[in-house]
């Protein structure tokens, strides 16, 4: 039962650049989330995709783009990264839209932009 | 829009000792509400969720936590503390039709001494 995995776990990269968080869940969950976890603001929803080719803005989505070509699959590319983006990012999916239904997170994706 | 307030920023208790973490939200029709726990490099883990019913949910590792609609609280206890429980804990509210988009809390810091 491999979940939710997360990739690359550690990063560290230029400002500029363009990064890639990729997230592949193995549950065929519908739902599926991007957060960011930053001291002081718990985790706040950066994007959400309902289904495959389906995604909708979170709280905090400047900067971020997704993508959603498969139902396992959620990567989330910072176009051109800047220090605020420095983070721990968490994927997570949730198996409907059912507000009470659990999310299951992965193990984070930590993004240092230097 | 739904908030999460979690008063304690740090709480440090005696292994064996009780435990009780603060949460409280604003919602205007009943929320459903989540406890999650973050392990030190980890992602996040459910302890348990309320969204209808008893008041009273008990969760796994044997943490429990009370819906109190006058109060707009859904404080998390545990009767004995024991030193595996040192984490972070995360309050979350969903709302009804929101899509699994949860609000989270800002977390508290549990150390527990030896």
């Known amino acids: 039962d491999a979940g939710i995995t997360q990739s690359p776990r550690y990063k560290i990269t230029e400002t500029g650049r363009q990064v890639t968080l990729m997230c592949h869940q193995t549950?065929?969950?519908?739902?599926m989330f991007w957060y960011r976890q930053d001291l002081g603001h718990g985790l706040r929803l950066i994007y959400y995709?309902?289904?495959?080719?389906?995604?909708d803005k979170g709280e905090v989505p400047d900067g971020y783009v997704v993508s959603r070509s498969k139902t396992e699959n959620f990567p989330l590319t910072l176009e051109s990264a800047t220090r605020s983006q420095t983070s721990v990012y968490f994927c997570?999916?949730?198996?409907?839209?059912?507000?009470?239904?659990?999310?299951?997170f992965g193990e984070g994706s930590w993004l240092t932009v230097v | 829009a739904q908030s999460v307030t979690q008063p304690d920023i740090h709480i440090t208790v005696s292994e064996g000792a009780s435990l009780e973490l603060r949460c409280n939200y604003s919602?205007?029709?009943?929320?459903?509400l989540f406890w999650y726990v973050q392990s030190p490099g980890q992602g996040l883990q459910l302890l348990l969720k309320?969204?209808?019913?008893?008041?009273l949910v008990q969760g796994i590792k044997g943490f429990e936590a009370e819906f109190k609609r006058s109060q707009s609280s859904f404080n998390l206890r545990k009767p004995s503390v024991h030193w595996s429980d040192a984490a972070e804990y995360f309050c979350?509210?969903?709302?009804?039709?929101?899509?699994?988009?949860?609000?989270f809390g800002t977390g508290t810091q549990l150390k527990v001494e030896l």
């Open positions: 919602y205007g029709a009943t929320p459903y």
């Open positions: 549950w065929s969950h519908s739902y």
């Open positions: 309320y969204f209808s019913g008893d008041t």
């Open positions: 995709s309902a289904a495959a080719d389906i995604t």
């Open positions: 997570a999916s949730s198996e409907s839209v059912f507000s009470a239904n659990t999310i299951y």
């Open positions: 979350a509210v969903g709302r009804t039709g929101g899509g699994n988009k949860l609000t």
